[in-house]
């Protein structure tokens, strides 16, 4: 069974600074997707980011990039130039590429911006 | 995209009640998920439909929850006899009709305060 570990339960950064966010899973297989999902405090889940584990071409999106390594079995998520609004919980997820429906998710990591 | 919605927002309930929750996915989104998140944790997921057939459930869905979606449009979670264990923030998704496409986009979710 696929596993995501999120070992940093809580993160500070000063507003402007850049942080990085550990995401590490496990599993045999060779295609699936990752995700990284965002979620302020008023609790409605956003996506941030998405790869495709055949995709050897890191994704980004605006401020926010990852860095996969899918030897390591690792998916960190760097924010550049971080903003008050960044503040959330930040969740890590998988999803086989044999499964439509299920997403397997971290347990989250704290997301605090110094002002 | 008017984005997906769930109701109520808020639910508090004495235990041994029943409670239904409603999701209404994006419009044309032909999957649609449930999950249940406790505090400080990532989603669990719990259920899955693909039009109105459910291909999927979790074990965590006991003999007393019971999910619908007639006619592949809105769905609703029903918990029968509700236990103070059901107490969470219960979540929607939903994703388009595209394989390649299959982001899942949330609601801002139901939390259940059961007494």
């Known amino acids: 069974a696929q596993t995501v570990t999120q070992s940093q339960p809580e993160m500070s950064v000063q507003e402007a600074e850049t942080v990085t966010l550990s995401c590490t899973y496990d599993t045999s297989e060779s295609d699936y997707y990752l995700f990284w999902y965002k979620q302020p405090p008023s609790r409605q889940m956003i996506l941030v980011i998405r790869q495709e584990a055949y995709k050897q071409q890191n994704a980004t999106e605006n401020r926010f990039s990852v860095n996969f390594q899918k030897a390591a079995k690792s998916f960190s998520l760097k924010i550049s130039d971080s903003q008050l609004g960044d503040a959330a919980m930040y969740f890590c997820?998988?999803?086989?590429?044999?499964?439509?429906?299920?997403?397997?998710w971290g347990a989250g990591t704290k997301l605090i911006i110094k002002p | 995209d008017t984005g997906v919605s769930q109701d109520p927002r808020h639910k508090i309930t004495k235990r041994g009640q029943n409670v239904t929750f409603r999701c209404d996915p994006i419009s044309e989104h032909n999957r649609l998920y449930w999950y249940r998140q406790t505090l400080g944790q990532g989603p669990e997921f719990l259920t899955y439909?693909?039009?109105?057939?459910?291909?999927?459930k979790s074990r965590l869905l006991s003999d007393r929850f019971s999910a619908e979606r007639p006619k592949g449009s809105f769905s609703t979670l029903e918990i029968q006899r509700t236990e103070q264990g059901d107490s969470a923030m219960y979540l929607c998704?939903?994703?388009?009709?595209?394989?390649?496409?299959?982001?899942?986009?949330f609601g801002p979710g139901t939390r259940l305060t059961v007494l």
């Open positions: 998704a939903s994703s388009p009709r595209l394989i390649d496409t299959d982001t899942q986009y």
């Open positions: 439909f693909q039009n109105e057939a459910q291909l999927e």
């Open positions: 997820a998988y999803r086989s590429m044999d499964s439509n429906y299920q997403l397997i």
